[in-house]
Nanobody, 121 residues
Framework: QVQLVESGGGLVQAGESLRLSCAASGRIASINAMGWYRQAPGKQREMVARITSGGNTNYLDSVKGRFTISRDNAKNTVYLQMSSLKPEDTAVYYC???????????????WGQGTQVTVSS
């Protein structure tokens, strides 16, 4: 069974930084794209950043220049470095990864349980 476990959320003041981590574990054959999404109260979930297995990245416009996504393929881990945080970044952040397990010939999207990020003004 494949699992994604996130860590690193918390409460910070505007302008501060946080680093989120998400580690994939289980019977993993390969991981394609990995990414971070967020959902604020009363809003739809939105893509924040994604990174392909080759390292290509794309970002939500409002976080460009402030957030950086990276991954360590040897550790099956994706990171989100968040700087210059704003109150509007407050949300539950979810890790996502397209994973092919040894039990299935096809890759499927897996989700973490979510981690709360709260930015106070």
């Amino acid at each position: 069974q494949v699992q994604l476990v996130e860590s690193g959320g918390g409460l910070v003041q505007a302008g501060e930084s946080l680093r989120l981590s998400c580690a994939a574990s289980g019977r993993i054959a390969s991981i394609n794209a990995m990414g971070w999404y967020r959902q604020a109260p009363g809003k739809q979930r939105e893509m924040v950043a994604r990174i392909t297995s080759g390292g290509n990245t794309n970002y939500l416009d409002s976080v460009k220049g402030r957030f950086t996504i990276s991954r360590d393929n040897a550790k099956n881990t994706v990171y989100l470095q968040m700087s210059s945080l704003k109150p509007e970044d407050t949300a539950v952040y979810y890790c996502n990864a397209d994973i092919r397990s040894y039990d299935n010939p096809y890759a499927y999207p897996y989700w973490g349980q979510g981690t709360q990020v709260t930015v106070s003004s």
